[in-house]
């Protein structure tokens, strides 16, 4: 990649998508390994987000790049010395561990009892290396920015593992936006782990920026940093999940927020680079 790429609305939406896919699977595969009875349908809506979301961002990956025959080139060849290809093969072996997963976690609840816990064993074994993959997703695309020499992005160490605490929450928001998720206390415990994580991880990455974290706390990004971000993205949906988190209302609300300040997140990292 270049060293100083300006990148558009669509590597927005893909650094977004991206990551909502790898937190769906990162939950599902969870709710898979540990959650048994109970946890399944979790599992099965996580993987079945993960797969859609996931085809979706080869689809913004072209839009960008403007002709399909140079997406198409990504997966020529594999050169490990570039974040784009590795990038862009990582992409694909997720997509088809999420599709496999969809596939046996929807196939299982159409056998007889011992075949179906035979299923869910091969599931458990495949739930793993997708699992790590969905990391690598969630956080290559701060590698990207890492490999830039733009102030705010180049040699950041912070922004990888800020995208893939952000990646969790947005799974876990995009699991509780649907109708017939299953109602865990798990699935709160894990999203105000996810949300005290990224929390950390933020003050971290702006910490790292010594001088330069002006541009979010008190220059021109901060309105949509506090805003977006902070308010809406963290403060509010904590609050809401800590203690009004009982009731479809307030759990939906809180999704839509986490999601709001998870895209804000990305977008702003973003701009305060191409600035």
Known sequence: MGKNPAWSWYIVWYFFVGGMAAGAYFLAALADLFGRERGRSVARIGYGLAVPLAALCPVLLTLDLGMPVRTFYMFRLFKPGSPMSVGSWALLGFGLFALVSLALVLAEGRMEPARALALGRIRQVVAIPGMLLGFFIASYTGVLLGATNRPVWGGNAWIGPLFIASAASTGI??????????????????????????????????????????????????????????????????????????GRGPALAAAVLVLVGGFALRYLVLLSGQA
Request: proline share 5%; charged share 10%.
């Open 173 to 246: 928001a995009a699991i509780a936006l649907w109708p017939a998720r299953a109602r865990l206390p798990v699935l709160r415990r894990l999203d105000l782990m996810a949300t005290g994580l990224e929390v950390l991880l933020l003050v971290l990455f702006l910490q790292s920026l010594g001088a330069g974290a002006a541009v979010f706390l008190t220059g021109s990004l901060a309105p949509l940093f506090w805003g977006a971000v902070v308010a809406a993205g963290i403060a509010l949906p904590f609050l809401v999940q800590a203690f009004f988190w009982r």
